[in-house]
């Protein structure tokens, strides 16, 4: 029998006796035994935050996010053997794209993350905030990395993705993560963990793993630490409420299961292409990991003219659905994750049976294909109705975790929101429409209960990530049932792990600290220009005062004939009486185009190209007569990796272009982005 072990403080072990055996859950085979029993909690705890913490926070956010997408492309090339032991949890290929790669899509993105973070170990937020009429004190935020460990307790149901999702976004922020899969499939995860740490691509440290029951996995965190859970609302909230985690106010993040709902709209009718999608679209959330998933459709809500359209052709569909061993050709659905699981779903029918009718599907009463009904957890899709769900309520407070759902009627819109929020709070819901009204009525006033909601219409079927799929570029949690707690969100997500710190001082000070120019902090003039210098040579304030120049009628003539800016204030002055201006003025963008002519050298040199332009305002008008010049200072640097050997490298420098008048005062301002070459490149 195959042990699942542990990684934890730097090895490989497995817990004192057996805690739970793993089965396959198509053939019902046991398999492997699993036990975290007789671990030392606090001494693993111990061991990321002395081990692994201080070795992320050393790397910056670039390093970071190019140590997750070197762990992305790595993984992605082993998937194969994740596919294959995939099979065991009861998924079929489809089921396991979503876990597999759909965690290391999480790595992808989050590595992206690191073109919105400094080049820094930690990030700098917001802008600077005078406090002193002079100028001299000045405060900013800073965000820095928990000098704890991020405690990941996951669900069943997605072995790979569950791990992923999380972790990534905790690595990206600079803390490390003990990850406690689920013991029914941790198995998958174990696999999955093998090849990070052989890939030595984290640091050590950064990831420890506990495939057993993990009894006391939060008795020893600290207020540094912060604890995820996924999985059922009860046992989240019996963590959320142990003494430790109140006496440490240790951050909890909750993501529990919910009662999400899909609308179909009023327009949608039998014959619309939006009523095939909302078809379509719930039978694929009852049988995807044969709806085993947090955001699986329990509610579905159609107007009450159109029950027995829908229910007639959901029908239809869902007998379509074979269920059985995924590598038999034609299979849809497989397997649920245990045996354990098939009796709790069906504990759950029963109590709902107890208020509404089965209209499709049958407990017991099924065939599956290629594979042993009984030695298997197999289970049929199942389908309620409940045409009193005002009176009869059980279907707003209790969820069966697998292929099962409930139709329900509503008589308008407006109850329609208020059916939604009788689940006291949802992960996602979903409305088919193509009417942008009843559109925006329902996501305004349904928004308050719901973490998430798909707007799916016949536009954009087919590049929608569908109702069940979070993404991790957006927010992944709900309000009341649903947790009260974010995942993923991009940035957002990265940030929960970061204690955001006010600090005060000097604006030398602040830009020694955050190592980005703050205004009033001394500006140095560079020698040479700037465009002289290479990326390491470039100090952070130094600035090129330039030559200045006065600024002409001709000027503005020459101006709009070149750019076919012609827009009155520029070129008639006879057209002003009632606008702002005294005269004609400047445009805005002849000033700041006179102001690159005047910082640029034009020489060959260390700057390879200018590429964008950021916080561009116009503060002050420019007439005739008038005289500008510019200070042109280093405001931010970050490196850049090399795209291949023969890439050139180089870092991305930020440019503060300050363009003032003959009394000192800003007229435009703008940062400026430039790529530019590091020293060892030859010219």
């Not at 460990?149 to 999380?166: R, T, Y």
């Not at 993501?255 to 999400?260: F, G, Y």
């Not at 006033?445 to 569908?466: D, P, Y």
Request: hydrophobic share 40%.
């Amino acid at each position: 029998m195959q042990k699942i072990n542990n990684y934890v403080q730097g090895q490989w072990q497995f817990g004192d006796g057996v805690e739970y055996t793993a089965h396959n859950a198509i053939t019902g085979v046991d398999f492997a035994e699993v036990s975290s029993a007789g671990l030392d909690y606090e001494a693993i705890l111990e061991y990321g935050r002395k081990v692994g913490g201080p070795a992320l926070r050393k790397m910056t956010f670039q390093e970071r996010g190019r140590m997750l997408k070197a762990l992305a492309l790595h993984l992605n090339g082993l998937k194969k053997k994740f596919y294959e032991l995939s099979w065991a949890t009861g998924a079929t290929k489809v089921d396991s794209w979503i876990d597999i790669e759909g965690g290391f899509g999480n790595l992808f993105t989050n590595a992206s993350l690191r073109r919105q973070f400094p080049d820094l170990p930690y990030y700098v937020d917001g802008d600077a905030v005078g406090l002193s009429k002079g100028g001299s004190f000045i405060g900013h935020h800073i965000m820095v990395p928990k000098r704890g460990v991020a405690v990941h307790i996951n669900a069943f149901n997605f072995p790979v993705w569950g791990m992923l999702e999380k972790a990534a976004v905790n690595w990206m922020a600079g803390v490390p993560c003990v990850v406690k899969p689920s013991e029914y499939t941790s198995f998958l995860t174990e696999l999955v963990v093998q090849e990070i740490i052989n890939s030595k691509i984290l640091p050590e440290g950064a990831l420890q793993l506990v495939t057993g029951k993990g009894h006391g996995i939060i008795d020893h965190v600290t207020s540094q630490d912060v604890v995820t859970f996924t999985g059922s609302a009860a046992t989240g909230r019996m963590l959320k409420a142990t003494p430790r985690i109140i006496e440490e106010s240790v951050p909890f993040n909750l993501e529990a299961d919910s009662l999400n709902a899909s609308i179909l709209g009023e327009d949608a009718k039998p014959g619309t292409a939006d009523f095939d999608i909302f078809i379509k679209s719930v039978q694929a959330e009852m049988t995807v990991k044969a709806g085993q998933k947090c955001t699986a459709i329990r509610r579905i809500m159609v107007p009450e003219n159109l029950m027995e359209d829908v229910q007639i052709a959901l029908g239809q569909r869902l007998a379509k659905t074979t269920i059985g061993d995924p590598q038999q050709e034609g299979v849809r659905m497989g397997s649920l994750a245990t045996k354990i699981q098939v009796d709790r779903v069906k504990e759950s029918i029963a109590r709902l049976a107890a208020e509404q009718n089965i209209v499709f599907g049958d407990v017991e009463n099924f065939e599956v294909a290629g594979a042993d009904k009984n030695a298997g957890a197999f289970f049929s899709p199942i389908l309620f109705r409940n045409d009193n769900p005002f009176t009869k309520t059980a279907v707003h407070e209790i969820e069966a975790f697998g292929p099962v759902s409930t139709l329900i009627p509503y008589k308008n819109i407006e109850e329609a929101v208020e059916l939604t929020a009788m689940g006291k709070g949802s992960l996602v819901t979903s409305i088919v429409t193509s009417d942008d009204k009843i559109a925006t009525d329902f996501v305004v006033n349904a928004a308050h209960s719901n973490g998430r909601i798909l707007v799916l219409n016949e536009k954009c079927a087919k590049e929608s990530t569908g109702h069940g799929s979070p993404m991790p570029m957006l927010t992944h949690g709900g309000p009341g049932r649903a947790g009260g707690g974010e995942e993923m969100g991009g940035k957002r997500g990265v940030l929960h792990y970061l204690q955001r710190t006010a600090i005060q001082g000097h604006p030398d000070t602040i830009t020694a600290i955050t190592q980005q120019y703050q205004p009033g902090a001394a500006r140095p003039e560079a020698n040479p220009h700037v465009f002289r210098q290479h990326f390491e040579e470039l100090n952070v304030g130094d600035t090129v005062y330039t030559h200045k120049h006065t600024v002409t009628d001709a000027d503005i003539a020459s101006f709009a004939q070149v750019s076919g800016d012609n827009f009155y204030a520029h070129v008639d002055a006879t057209s002003l009486e009632g606008t702002i201006f005294e005269g004609k003025v400047a445009h805005g963008y002849y000033i700041l185009s006179k102001a690159a002519g005047m910082f640029v050298d034009p020489k060959k040199g260390p700057v390879l190209l200018n590429y964008g332009i950021d916080e561009c305002r116009f503060t002050k008008p420019v007439y005739p007569g008038m005289t500008i010049g510019v200070k042109f200072t280093v405001k931010e640097k970050i490196d850049q990796e090399k795209r291949s050997e023969d890439d050139i490298a180089k870092g991305i420098v930020k440019f503060l272009v300050d363009i003032y008048d003959e009394t000192d005062e800003t007229v435009g301002i703008a940062t400026i982005l430039t790529m530019v070459k590091k020293r060892n490149q030859t010219e």
